[in-house]
């Protein structure tokens, strides 16, 4: 592979300032590889939704397909904003993309780097990573609603778990904890939810039977919030659905320092579609178009997107990097985004 075409989403709010600099990082981290970048930049958002009418049109979508990869920074309206309609983006544009590229495996590693202040009184390591479902559960729009208005509304929200769908993700999880502390915790709420939550338990006891080297418990989602706030050292790969799994991300961005260092990748794992890479946080717009934002979080993407298309040594040249960056931050003052970028693009 002599090029890397990379598909870039911007998108809104602090997504482009975070972006900016995760491409500035990635250039250098690839700099005598051989690799070439190619970037096509796609200005998908608020500002063409309200320009065009259009959130991802289906031309758009299939040019995006045929990228190598997707870095994607964040959509989504200022609150308040009443000339765009709630969620429209998000749903459109972001849950489209993972669920036409078929991103069944949402992954987000979860580290407290030394020198990282946690919210939490004694956190131990904490070192784990959620494989989160990415294409059903509750996010696939299905349900409705009745009596729109009157006092006998009635709304329904579907969750759908395919045996197919959860399958391949809990072998994913599995899959991984072989290279990490061979654990995977299930994370679901089966003494109510029983239809989703049994067809998950028994996958995973299923699965589980196929790694031998790995053990794996099971927590209710309730509880798992404790345990993520009071020992979040006990986890190693957390595997859970989709809604599940993105509250429990945005807590375990905070226990490690804040959700401006949590980083993800929507996974194809066929190879059917390319991957795309994205901070966890969203387009921030209380602190859009200042400077502020953190953009480590991208910048960890975009090693997770090297990692993925097999450039793990430049991969590991930004986490490292990002490492060493973080540890001297008492030291280092309030800096804008670009100048947070610029001192991790110089580590490298
Ligand atoms: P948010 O993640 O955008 O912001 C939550 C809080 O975290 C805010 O106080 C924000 O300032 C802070 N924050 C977020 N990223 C930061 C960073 N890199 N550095 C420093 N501080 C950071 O979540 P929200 O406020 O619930 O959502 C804002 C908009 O983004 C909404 O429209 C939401 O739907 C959308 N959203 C999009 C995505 C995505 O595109 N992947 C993800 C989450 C939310
Ligand atoms: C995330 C976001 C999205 C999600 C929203 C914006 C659709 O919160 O990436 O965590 O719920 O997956
Ligand atoms: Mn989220």
Redesign the pocket.
Known sequence: QTQLDLAVIP?D??GPE?TAEALKVLHRALEGSGLEVKETHYSLGAQHWLETGETLSDGTLADIRGRDAILFG????APGDARIPS?IL?REV?LKLRFSLDHCVNLRPSTLYAGVPSPLAAPGTIDFVVVREGTEGPYTGNGGALRVGTPHEIATEVSVNTAYGVERVVRDAFRRATTRRNKVTLVHKHNVLVHAGHLWKRTVEAVAAEFPGVEHDYLHVDAATIFLVTDPSRFDVIVTDNLFGDILTDLAGAVTGG??LAASGNINLDGTAPSMF??V???????AGQQ???PT?AILSAALLLENIGQAEAAARIQSAVRSDVESRAQAGTRTTAQIGDAIATRL
């Open positions: 998108g709010g602090i975070v964040a959509v989504g309206a969620g998000e972001l959700i401006g994205e901070p946080h969203g387009s921030a717009p209380d602190i502020k934002a953190d979080a």
